[in-house]
Structures are given as structure tokens and as C-alpha cells.
């Protein structure tokens, strides 16, 4: 697969400012990813000021309040490359939430989330999804982020961290 963007996709980073393994994260997964999407729940605008040094495309999250609830959507839609695709946080309990956030968007060639913490990266009902779990507050005992590489296709990858 010729790969013409890779994005770093992130979310639930709930922090309260900017740490050094923050920083350790992000400088050593996403430093050569053309864009980084944020799927919400920063917590602190420390956090998306913290992240506005790259090119970044975020929504606010359930979590997020203020000035960040006033500057950052609760959804999107981004074309990049030929595709489409949707950036939402999520809400409620994680059961059903794929059905859930899908009836929020018109048709899609990815879904971005967040919410549940878990990372998820596959393909139901001929539709991807792809949530990058969280960085410092997952429920699996596993820290993680994402890169979704675009090409022919988009392609996810989970990575711990």
C-alpha cells in the first residue's frame, strides 16, 4: 500500500497540564505523522494549547468544559485524501456506542471516537472504526494511541505506549 498521509489519532488525554510523558508520547509516536486528530476529553485547554503545535483537528468530549466546550466541536468531518472521515467523542455507556455515534453522521469511510478508553480498530457492517484508547487513563491496564495510515485504503494501527 502506497501510504500518502499518516495521521496520530489520540483521545481521553485527561490532564490537567502538560507532562513530560505527555510529551514523550507524542514527540515519539507522532513525530513524523502529517496531522494529529484529538478525539476529546483533553480535560485542561493547557492540554489543547499543548497540542496546537502540530497541525491538529479535535472535538471536545464529555469531559471538557469552558473554553474548550466554546472553541472545539462535538463533532466533524474531515477530508483528507479522498476520504471521509467523522471525529466525534462519545458519550454514555460503551454498549452500543458504535451504533450510537454512526447515527450522527451521514455515510463515512472512518469514524474517529474516544470515551470508552478501549481501542478499537476494525470494520462492522462494511464501516471502520477506530478509537486510539487513551494514553494515561485506560481501563486495561494498557496505555495506547493510534495511526491511521491513508493510501488505496485507510489502515489503523493501535500502539501501546
Known sequence: MVIA????VISDTHLMEPSAELERIVLGHFN?????FHAGDFVDQSI?????????IAVCGNMDLGEIRSSLPQKRIIDVCGFKIGLIHGWGSPIGLEKRIRAEFPPLDCLIYGHTHYPANHKRGGFFFFNPGSPTRSFTGRHTIGILSLGEEIKGEIIRV
Open 5 to 8: 498521509m499518516k495521521i496520530g
Open 32 to 36: 513524523y505523522v502529517n496531522m494529529i
Open 48 to 56: 489543547v494549547d499543548f497540542f496546537r503545535r502540530w497541525d491538529l
